[in-house]
């Protein structure tokens, strides 16, 4: 075990943190928070990011085992990028292994209930699973759910034509952010 992983601090290919880059950047787009309603707050913003990733991860999951390492390291990184962004806005360092654990308890229940609702699993839906998840700080029409959890089978569905090569290279694109929906 190198020094770097010992600390916590494994340092991976820079083509995961352009993956994890162009996830971050679609979940931050003011349309998810100005047009479908997604509170622009620490944990809207969480959601967001958690949503774009189950995508991903979803994929990931597709191509097996590289897929999984891959998946691994994307996980990895989102959690050390929330760590440092704890300690940015000044979570002591007591606090912060506490609250990155409940993240990643929060994180793990969110991507169950969406491949449930993507599986149908349970009589789940997406539309259920959003507003227990991305919308529970608030109280989101019905047309603004409907057209992210519409977004969301678009994203899964175009996924299927991300190689691992792509995800790799960080070079993947997502649609359009829906404009449906907004009051």
């Not at 928070?33 to 990733?53: A, C, K, M, S, W």
């Not at 990643?104 to 599986?119: N, P, T, V």
């Amino acid at each position: 075990m190198g020094i770097l992983a010992f600390l916590g601090l494994k340092k991976y290919d820079d083509t995961v943190y352009s993956l994890y880059g162009q996830i971050v950047a679609q979940a931050r787009l003011e349309g998810f928070y100005i047009l479908q309603g997604v509170p622009d707050t620490v944990n809207g913003r969480f959601e967001l990011i958690t949503l774009h990733i189950f995508i991903v991860m979803h994929r990931l999951k597709e191509l097996g085992e590289e897929g999984g390492k891959l998946s691994q390291e994307l996980f990895d990184v989102m959690f050390g990028d929330m760590d440092k962004n704890m300690r940015e806005m000044g979570v002591g360092d007591l606090g912060v292994g506490r609250k990155i654990k409940a993240l990643a308890k929060s994180f793990y229940g969110r991507i169950k209930a969406y491949d449930d609702a993507i599986a149908g699993t349970d009589g789940a839906t997406m539309t259920e699973a959003l507003k227990r998840n991305l919308y529970l700080d608030c109280e989101p029409t019905e047309a603004q759910v409907v057209a992210v959890a519409d977004y969301i089978g678009r994203e899964i569905q175009s996924s299927k034509n991300w190689s691992f090569e792509s995800l790799k290279s960080g070079e993947i694109e997502f649609g359009s952010i829906p404009t449906n929906g907004s009051e």
